[in-house]
């Protein structure tokens, strides 16, 4: 099993910049790539980024393009998403998520260079609330 826990999340002003970390224990041999999801009051979940822990891709959406940045710290077992440019429409409570499928299996069911979707990911944080005011 693996555990997830995410943090950093807060109240800021359009324009401004915000980190969130995920901090993942248990059996973290096995995740294969993270995720970040988030949610709106009324909406689905929304994927927002990716990265492979066996590997070296990211993934965006098309919404936060050229504004967020993943990363990861694999000693500490940490992946970050770096928010800049905050807009109103990015409030949302933001989710971690971790998968164990395989990179070959990856690429065959969800396809290269895509974000995963949700149904790719096995394990899921708490969430952290994200409010951008304008």
């Known amino acids: 099993q693996v555990q997830l826990v995410e943090s950093g999340g807060g109240s800021v002003q359009a324009g401004g910049s915000l980190r969130l970390s995920c901090a993942a224990s248990g059996n973290t041999s096995s995740i294969t790539f993270m995720g970040w999801f988030r949610q709106a009051p009324g909406k689905e979940r929304e994927g927002v980024a990716s990265i492979a822990t066996a590997g070296s891709w990211t993934r965006y959406a098309d919404s936060v393009k050229g504004r967020f940045t993943v990363s990861q710290d694999k000693v500490k077992n940490t992946a970050y998403l770096d928010m800049n440019n905050l807009k109103p429409e990015d409030t949302a409570v933001y989710y971690c998520?971790?998968?164990?499928?395989?990179?070959?299996?990856?690429?065959?069911?969800?396809?290269?260079?895509?974000?995963?979707?949700?149904?790719?990911?096995?394990?899921w944080g708490p969430g952290t609330q994200v409010t951008v005011s304008s």
């Open positions: 998520a971790a998968s164990n499928v395989g990179g070959l299996r990856r690429q065959l069911i969800y396809g290269a260079g895509t974000l995963p979707p949700a149904m790719a990911f096995a394990y």
